[in-house]
């Protein structure tokens, strides 16, 4: 569990990069510098881990790429304090960097193997969320909500009910929409029936699947 100045140099590198990619968020950025991402990889990935790119974590999953998780997090306008819900906490990364902001993380995760594998590397790395689930997210976790905000991390056919309706007046849900391409999408949540779409472009994720434990 290593983490040295060659990396930091590395991911002062990568955060140069996000900056070029358009990432403005400076709470954003700098989550990114802080976090060692190499610790959230196989140490097979060691030396890529700060390329922007996604890596297999186990289960048939993986990491999101870093300018990924950072446009995701931009678009959640993070506040300190804020109750963010995620759904798919696969390596903890994306965790980490909502956590580094300061935000209140729940996070869920259907991969048993990965929701145990992450539970042990978060606290090793004193990085604290709120609550780790073992579930289905396409339900949220109804005894947390409301919260701030919401994060999809999987790519998502539907826009699953129970999310939005876990998502406080004035909340943002994010969340990548599409079979095998996904359109990144913003719902910001109006008032008790509406709620506002915005679209950003593709983005590819592995599939948001449910139930199937
Ligand atoms: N945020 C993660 C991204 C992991 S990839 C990271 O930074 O590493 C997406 C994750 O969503 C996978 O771990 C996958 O197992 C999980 N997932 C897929 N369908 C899910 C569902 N219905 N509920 C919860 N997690 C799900």
Redesign the pocket.
């Known amino acids: 569990m290593k983490d040295t100045n060659k990396h930091q140099g590395l991911r002062n590198q990568l955060v140069k990069q996000l900056q070029d990619k358009g990432i403005t968020d400076v709470n954003v950025l700098e989550a990114i510098r802080k976090i060692p991402r190499h610790l959230?990889l196989n140490s097979s990935f060691e030396d890529f881990a700060y390329q922007d790119k996604a890596f297999p974590?186990g289960?048939?999953?993986?990491?999101?790429q870093p300018y990924t998780?950072a446009f995701q997090s931009q678009l959640l306008e993070v506040k300190k304090g804020d109750n963010v819900l995620?759904?798919?906490?696969?390596?903890?990364?994306?965790?980490?960097?909502l956590v580094t902001m300061g935000a209140k993380v729940y996070?869920?995760?259907?991969?048993n193997e990965?929701f145990k594998s992450?539970s042990l590397l978060l606290p090793k790395l004193n990085i604290r969320p709120k609550h780790l689930s073992f579930?289905?997210?396409?339900k949220g976790l109804p005894q947390f909500a409301p919260f701030d905000s919401i994060?999809?991390?999987?790519g998502a056919p539907i826009i699953p009910q129970p999310l939005m309706a876990q998502l406080k007046i004035g909340g943002r849900l994010v969340i990548p929409l599409g079979d095998k391409e996904q359109i990144m999408t913003l719902l910001i949540r109006k008032n008790e029936t509406q709620f506002e779409k915005h679209e950003f472009g593709e983005f590819r994720?592995?599939?948001?699947?449910?139930?199937k434990n």
């Open positions: 959230f974590i289960a048939g999953q993986t990491i999101s998780v995620e759904i798919g906490t696969g390596s903890g990364y994306q965790t980490a960097v996070s869920v995760e259907r991969q990965l992450t579930g289905d997210g396409y994060i999809v991390t999987a994720f592995v599939p948001l699947l449910e139930n």
